[in-house]
């Protein structure tokens, strides 16, 4: 089976790390390699500042990026596999992953709701209306 290789991240340059776009980049093939690239992109929804800032927002810094996981699959799966990346795990319970990589705090958060989205930069990002910080 061919592996299909996510380049949105950087393709589209979502942060202004280029470390941080490349990383999203390898979870998103990963995953996608074993769900669906689009199930995983629907089922990640940036969320709180970056996604503020996507929505062109001016937000003077992000060092947290914050996503909202809407497969309880998905983020099991996630948080099994998430030490084969180069991040350093700050919290891991069964609805909550925090993580610590280039200098940014990343989270995960499994929310199975109804979440308003949009898509912006070929992202699901929670729309502006939802998003609370």
Do not use: C, W
Not at 16 to 27: A, K, M
Not at 119 to 130: A, E, F, Q, S, Y
């Amino acid at each position: 089976m061919p592996i299909t290789y996510y380049e949105k991240f950087t393709d589209d340059i979502v942060f202004s790390s280029p470390e941080l776009n490349v990383l999203f980049n390898q979870i998103y093939t990963y995953l996608g390699n074993v769900y669906s690239l689009q199930l995983v992109e629907d089922s990640f929804i940036l969320d709180k500042k970056a996604a503020l800032s996507l929505h062109g927002e001016i937000i003077s810094t992000i060092e947290t990026v914050d996503f909202t996981v809407i497969s309880e699959d998905i983020f099991r799966f996630f948080i099994s596999s998430v030490s084969m990346l180069e991040v350093s795990i700050i919290e891991n319970n069964k609805s909550f992953l925090s993580l610590r990589a280039f200098g940014y705090i990343l989270t995960f958060s499994l929310n199975m709701g109804d979440i308003k989205t949009v898509k912006i930069k070929n992202l699901t990002v929670r729309d502006r209306t939802d998003i609370i910080i």
